[in-house]
């Protein structure tokens, strides 16, 4: 190559990278606006009393940027009006399928195929769906698609049965992940077990389909987990209220310590006071898990008792029933805490992948749903952080005793 044609080349490529982000800012422009218009088609027969239609078009959000396998591209996602109410009185809120709110970035392929096919993509729509998200698409047809998801099952199942020996796990997270199903009006629960290892490695225990986080769900995945060789107890254990996973986890590990998650216990909380009563009764529930010792944080817990006691004596009692277990982690150092408070490492992990409204529709089946959410957390897996505060996990292990937070003299 000469060097004017080296000088060509070179004054090429920043043409073609704008044109192929031109085509993908089109392209996907134009496909978030034809779901919208499908969508405003599909519900145009709801009305009010008046006639007037319930779900109509309200111009666009603020445009944002996405960055994608040709760079970052700009596009303005529709807005819809649902005026709409779900069986549980709440507005009913359009989410796209193809540009959810909270997306900013493209995935790389092995991760945005599960991806789309648990937020209800069809396996015909996929090409349609990368290229508009700036990838080549040409090559995953619907058989290609389908190839992917038995492969992925079979991943899934090689995982459910490798060995645990040698393993241990300082801190475990539970947790129970409801999912909707295109192809039926069940909604399985995925088991959730988390882990961080003495080095401060955050790892996927187990995973699988439960009932409903009940005991006996909880208990075969324990059980399970244990006969392929995790034998060492956790120190803590950090879930939600659900009383399937505690009556569980102490038949199977019962030195392991109980951590209520603070997220779900103030959701559980708030539920049970008036609306206008929820945004100071939030900060004060706040006030409490993140006081600097145990001692203020029960004197913060007195005190919303105090205030609410005599006028909402349910929200008292749903905070008081578990007051050991929500202050559990004051025994461990302080630098865990961030960590241990509350469920946040499955929380955060499932929060692409979770279908919280029960108007949408994601994977056809159970099986299909749970081989797709494992190659999403798996995907997920390699940016996990390690713990704050990792070398004072051997530590933990070895039972050196810690007060708020503070580890005590010998």
Known sequence: MDSNTFQLHLATVPVIDDILRDGARR??????????QEYIERNS???????HRLVVRNGHHPARKIQSGNG????KQPRVNDQRLDEDGKRIRF???????????????????????????????FPEALACLGHDGSGLSPTTVVRLKEVWQGQYENFC?????????VYVWADGIYFNLRLSDDRPCVLVLMGALEDGTKELIAMIDGERESEQSW???????????LTEAPMLATGDGALGFWKALRQVFPSTRHQRCWVHKTVNVLDKLPRGQQISAKSMLHEIWMAATKEDAIKALEKFAAIYQAKYPKAVECLLKDQ????AFYDFPAEHWQHLRTSNPIESTFATVRLRTSKTKGAGSRSACLAMAFKLVESAQNHWRKLNGSPLLPEVVAGVMFKDGVKLAA
């Open 27 to 36: 392209g996907l422009q134009a496909a978030i606006e034809r779901e919208v």
């Open 45 to 51: 027969h709801h009305v009010d009393d008046q006639g």
């Open 72 to 75: 970052a591209i700009e596009v």
């Open 95 to 125: 989410t796209s399928k193809i540009l959810p709110p909270y997306l900013r970035k493209t995935k790389a392929i092995e991760e945005l195929v599960p991806w789309l096919y648990l937020k209800g993509i069809s396996s015909s729509d």
């Open 161 to 169: 049965r490798r060995s645990l020996v040698g393993k241990r796990y």
């Open 219 to 229: 208990l075969e995945l324990l059980l399970d987990a244990k006969s392929r060789g």
């Open 324 to 327: 050991e277990e929500l202050l």
